[in-house]
């Protein structure tokens, strides 16, 4: 096990974004990756903090939740980031790759990949 650190949601938001509104976790992550499958475990390098995420920070039923699906508080933030394959489980990436897409806001995850 590995000390990870997720950034959650506290709270939904109404208002600007406060850094109170948000909350690092110390947790940790299994790099334990199942052999021959499509997982991989890769390690956050980049993310971006886009306003849509806002949306996602709002109370539900409010004109924010019909553009969005709003996080449960306590969720870790997702958003679109860079990240370096520390373990595969497959053939389709190798360690030392570098990927992009939807991940949680945290230092490590295993994501289920469907391409390279």
Not at 12 to 22: A, M, P, R, T
Not at 37 to 49: G, I, Q, R
Request: net charge neutral; glycine share 8%.
């Amino acid at each position: 096990m590995h000390p990870n650190k997720p950034i959650v949601s506290k709270n939904h938001v109404i208002g600007y974004l406060k850094e109170s509104d948000f909350e690092v976790k110390n947790s940790f992550s299994s790099f334990q990756v199942p052999h021959v499958s499509k997982a991989v475990l890769v390690k956050n390098l980049y993310l971006a903090c886009d306003p849509y995420m806002r949306h996602l920070m709002s109370p539900p039923n409010t004109d924010f939740a019909s553009l969005l699906t709003p996080l449960p508080t306590g969720s870790v933030l997702v958003g679109y980031g860079v990240a370096k394959v520390i373990k595969s489980g497959g053939p389709a990436f190798d360690e030392g790759d570098y990927v992009w897409g939807k991940v949680g806001w945290e230092d490590f995850i295993t994501l289920i990949c469907s391409s390279r």
